[in-house]
């Protein structure tokens, strides 16, 4: 099946940095690519939704500003969390598509800490 | 911060036992279902998918059971496991994607 990384798989960081988080599709091209965040015990929540070579369509309520997302290729995306406080501390996970039938690869997500 | 999110509905069985979720979908053009299983700290990993033109599917110790007629789905695991303890998603696909709330499993021993 179709393999999807992320990386890293845990950060932590201070209050006030950026972080970035890339998202690969491993072995296939991925049209679109898709950011996802997750509090513990809840579901998984859309954030934007990115297509190689054009901005980001963001779901109401994500930041724009706040989490910057390149697709800059058919097989990378990344997402950066500018000026991270504590309240971003969240487990973040991308997931990819081809396009064919839509069905989406999950990354294994990343654990940001912001102390 | 305030955490966001809607809660998820939890199931609870026995070892042993067969596990029933369920999951409603909304849009009718969806022609293409998948259930995902989220075991803690990771990505949703596929489990099994279904095509609209099916009732049922069946992979290994998984069932999943398709109702055109009023939109639901379900995932059935036969002599659930400890190991089945996870967040299930359900999905559905045709022109959109659209994923479900999930439901939390958890396998009593």
């Known amino acids: 099946g179709a393999v999807v990384s992320q990386h890293p798989s845990r950060v932590i960081c201070k209050s006030g940095t950026s972080v970035k988080i890339e998202c690969r599709s491993l072995d296939f091209q991925a049209t679109t690519m898709f950011w996802y965040r997750q509090f513990p015990k809840k579901s998984l929540m859309l954030m934007a939704t990115?297509?190689?070579?054009?901005?980001?369509?963001?779901e109401q309520g994500v930041e724009k500003d706040k989490f910057l997302i390149n697709h800059a290729s058919l097989t990378l995306s990344t997402l950066t969390v500018t000026s991270a406080h504590p309240e971003d501390s969240s487990f973040y996970i991308c997931?990819?598509?081809?396009?064919?039938?839509?069905?989406?690869?999950f990354g294994p997500g990343t654990r940001l800490t912001v102390l | 911060g305030e955490s966001v999110g809607l809660h998820l509905p939890t199931l609870s069985v026995q070892e042993g036992d067969n596990s029933i979720i369920n999951c409603a979908y909304s849009?009718?053009?969806?022609?293409?279902f998948i259930w995902y299983k989220q075991e803690s700290g990771k990505g949703p990993q596929f489990i099994i998918d279904?095509?609209?033109?099916?009732d049922k599917r069946q992979g290994q110790r998984v069932t999943v059971l398709l109702n055109k007629t009023v939109k639901h789905l379900s995932l059935q695991i036969a002599a659930t496991q400890p190991g089945d303890s996870a967040v299930y998603f359900c999905?559905?696909?045709?022109?959109?994607?659209?994923f479900g709330t999930g439901t939390s499993l958890t396998v009593i021993p």
């Open positions: 279904i095509r609209s033109n099916m």
């Open positions: 997931s990819a598509s081809s396009g064919s039938h839509n069905e989406q690869f």
């Open positions: 990115s297509n190689e070579g054009s901005k980001a369509t963001y």
């Open positions: 849009n009718s053009a969806s022609d293409y």
């Open positions: 999905a559905e696909t045709g022109n959109q994607f659209y």
